[in-house]
């Protein structure tokens, strides 16, 4: 009976309990790891469980908004987050070598982070009303709406978040029906472009990243010593792992940035090939769940802003996960929900409010 309670209390406040249970688990764990990997700082796990706690409060306030409202708002978003982008290049801090940050006295934030959300939203209100699978004309006008926020984001530079916005793009563009020729057409332009990128848009330093990829050893001390110590914590754990506040490599500093982009290193260190396994079947639970909220939108814009949401979720762990095992370039993207920061874990929260927003909005929208 208390069980039926509490699924009736998430429904009225428009919550999806698996969803939110795997989000809970997640995110409590990543505390748990991170007191660990921050060397038992209880104020960089306090500082977390506070980001934390805004993200969900973002999550259950967008939650309550009917999907017509985040339509309407989707291009005003978007340009919001283009005329943010310019005021970058213009006034924005810098700060290691990239000008990525607002600083309004107040508060200081990257608006690229804007948007990871802004243009899911605005690919999904463009294709919404069009026939699909979408023909030339509006196929020209997505690409346009990714490639001016990709361009914006590379030059910064920050690499890491312009790929993230393009996948949003790219995966819009999928879900809204392209034929298999047009993919494999779009691959090929593609594939012609990468000289260019890697000769007129790639830094030098990101260049590197890829070159240390492809052959770490071939600097150990320099640009290949994050990678190669991130494997040593990963194959040090074994299978079963060195035990939790046990890890060597993360607490004598040998593992770099080990409570941000490479916690993961540090987590399968302390818990082993089963407990990085069960950790990637939790995200599979999360991705997994949100697909299938995706599914039963009940319309177009509900299912592609749903699905591309769920996708920047799961390129955010793919990418994070492969990055630290040495199979995938650093791009430093963060592991969701559980590296320490602020910024792409709210927008995270934010996207999953929007997705539930979607789901327990679906049955108004079909009446």
Request: proline share 5%; aromatic share 12%; charged share 10%.
């Amino acid at each position: 009976m208390d069980w039926n309670n509490g699924r009736r209390a998430l429904q009225v406040i428009k919550l999806d309990w698996p969803l939110l249970l795997g989000l809970l688990a997640v995110s409590g764990l990543g505390l748990v790891v991170l007191y660990s990997a921050g060397q038992r700082n209880m104020d960089l796990v306090l500082g977390q469980a506070m980001r934390l706690g805004l993200g969900f409060a973002i999550m259950l306030t967008l939650a309550q908004l009917p999907p017509a409202h985040l339509r309407f708002w989707s291009p005003w978003l978007y340009l919001a987050g283009l005329l943010l982008l310019v005021a970058v290049m213009v006034v924005g801090d810098i700060s290691k070598g990239a000008q990525r940050w607002l600083d309004l006295g107040v508060v200081r934030f990257q608006p690229s982070e804007i948007m990871k959300l802004a243009v899911p939203m605005m690919m999904a209100w463009f294709f919404a009303e069009k026939p699909l699978p979408p023909r030339w004309l509006p196929l020209l006008g997505g690409a346009l709406i990714t490639a001016i926020p990709f361009i914006l984001i590379a030059e910064q530079p920050d690499l890491g978040t312009a790929l993230v916005v393009g996948w949003s793009g790219a995966v819009a563009l999928f879900l809204a029906g392209l034929n298999w020729f047009v993919i494999v057409g779009l691959g090929a332009v593609l594939a012609a472009v990468i000289p260019l990128f890697w000769t007129f848009v790639m830094h030098d330093y990101q260049r590197q990243r890829v070159l240390t990829f492809l052959d770490p050893e071939s600097d150990p001390l320099g640009t290949g010593y994050h990678i190669i110590q991130s494997k040593i914590a990963i194959g040090s754990g074994g299978i079963y792992g060195k035990g939790w506040l046990n890890g060597t490599q993360s607490h004598l500093d040998f593992l770099p940035e080990g409570s941000t982009d490479f916690i993961f290193a540090a987590f399968s260190e302390e818990f082993g090939l089963i407990g990085g396994c069960v950790l990637l079947a939790m995200y599979f639970f999360i991705i997994a769940r949100c697909l299938y909220m995706a599914t039963r939108a009940a319309d177009t814009y509900g299912r592609l802003l749903s699905g591309s949401l769920t996708l920047i979720f799961f390129i955010y762990a793919f990418v994070n996960s492969g990055m630290v095992s040495g199979l995938l370039p650093v791009v430093g993207l963060p592991l969701p929900l559980f590296s320490y920061g602020g910024t792409s874990l709210v927008t995270i929260m934010a996207g999953f409010g929007m997705l539930m927003s979607v789901h327990a909005h679906r049955r108004t929208l079909r009446r």
